[in-house]
């Protein structure tokens, strides 16, 4: 059974930082690009961040860029999202996805998704 599982969410100041991870177990990701996307209260879910296999390609939705960075480690199977100077705009559930559309930023280009992870920002 294929499943991704999102850490690191939590409750946070405008400024601060964190960092999310997820995990995926059940099958080889080999050849997957790996993606985050979040869903803010109300609203629909929204691309944040992808990168390819290698690690040598990422993507960001613009609301995220220069503040956040994706990273992957291919041999444990991991995606990690740093977000610095969080926002209260960046309050959203956080999900992994994967899929095989290099810079897919739609949540059709991607097959598996976790459960997500809550990042909460106050003002």
């Known amino acids: 059974q294929v499943q991704l599982v999102e850490s690191g969410g939590g409750l946070v100041q405008a400024g601060e930082s964190l960092r999310l991870s997820c995990a995926a177990s059940g099958r080889t990701f080999t050849g997957y690009v790996m993606a985050w996307f979040r869903q803010p209260p109300g609203k629909e879910r929204e691309f944040v961040a992808t990168i390819s296999w290698s690690g040598g390609s990422t993507y960001y939705a613009d609301s995220v860029k220069g503040r956040f960075t994706i990273s992957r480690d291919s041999a444990q199977n991991a995606v990690r999202l740093q977000m610095n100077s969080l926002k209260p705009e960046d309050t959203a559930v956080y999900y992994c996805?994967?899929?095989?559309?290099?810079?897919?930023?739609?949540?059709?280009?991607?097959?598996?998704w976790g459960q997500g992870t809550q990042v909460t920002v106050s003002s």
């Open positions: 996805a994967a899929g095989l559309r290099l810079k897919g930023n739609t949540q059709a280009h991607y097959n598996y």
